[in-house]
């Protein structure tokens, strides 16, 4: 059974600071996504990585992939208030029949003035 | 349309009621899944269509649970006798492509959700 573990799941950072989070999963994985989730609000695509290596940034976010290390991390640089929100991981494992993606717990961001 | 519908928005259920859930997918898009969502946990798997076809509902989680999508658009996920443990934002999201083909991915575009509260 594939699990994906986040960490942290609680990160409270002061604006300006850079932080990284960290996503593990247990089996091959074809593809990861992240997600980004306001309160009370739907999942936003922020990320796809495909291939071992892959990075890739929009704005303040980058995304990595290591598919040896069965790792992706999720970079913040310079951190803004507006990004405040719950970011997840999700993955999809290589050979599932059909298309279920495994989410992790999710971490909750705080972005301090 | 140009997103992902659901509705209800939000739902109220007393205990032993049956709910409906719907979800009006991208125009055209094949495949659609439902997830569950408890609080402060991140979504899970709950049922796949590709058209009108369910490939895979090995993740509803009882006998309790139905979805369906009869024409390959609109989908309904049903919950007979809800349970207080039912309580659940259910996204619903929609993809352009078949999976399991070797296509490469497409991006998946979630709903808005039902929060789904059983009193």
């Known amino acids: 059974e594939l699990k994906v573990e986040q960490n942290p799941l609680f990160l409270s950072m002061q604006e300006g600071k850079n932080y990284t989070i960290y996503c593990n999963y247990s089996?091959?994985?074809?593809?990861l996504y992240w997600y980004r989730q306001d309160p009370g609000k739907s999942l936003e695509s922020l990320f796809v990585?495909?291939?071992?290596?892959a990075v890739k940034q929009e704005g303040r976010l980058m995304a990595s992939l290591d598919t040896k290390a069965r790792l992706s991390t999720l970079h913040i640089t310079a951190a803004v208030h507006d990004l405040s929100a719950t970011y997840f991981c999700?993955?999809?494992?290589?050979?599932?029949?059909?298309?279920?993606?495994?989410f992790g717990e999710g971490t909750q961001l705080t972005v301090n003035p | 349309g140009a997103g992902v519908s659901q509705s209800p928005r939000y739902k109220v259920a007393k205990r032993g009621q049956d709910v409906a859930l719907r979800c009006d997918p991208i125009?055209?898009?094949?495949?659609l899944f439902w997830y569950q969502q408890a609080l402060g946990q991140g979504p899970e798997f709950l049922t796949y269509?590709?058209?009108?076809?369910?490939l895979d509902k090995s993740g509803l989680p009882s006998d309790r649970f139905f979805a369906e999508r009869p024409e390959g658009s609109v989908s309904t996920l049903k919950i007979q006798r809800t349970q207080q443990e039912d309580s659940a934002v259910y996204l619903c999201?929609?993809?352009?492509?078949?999976w399991g083909t070797g296509s490469l991915s497409g991006g998946y575009t979630f709903g808005s959700g039902t929060r789904l509260t059983v009193v």
């Open positions: 999201a929609s993809s352009l492509r078949r």
């Open positions: 089996t091959t994985s074809d593809r």
């Open positions: 990585l495909l291939s071992n290596g």
């Open positions: 999700a993955v999809h494992a290589r050979g599932t029949s059909g298309s279920r993606l495994t």
């Open positions: 125009s055209g898009h094949v495949s």
């Open positions: 269509f590709q058209n009108e076809a369910q």
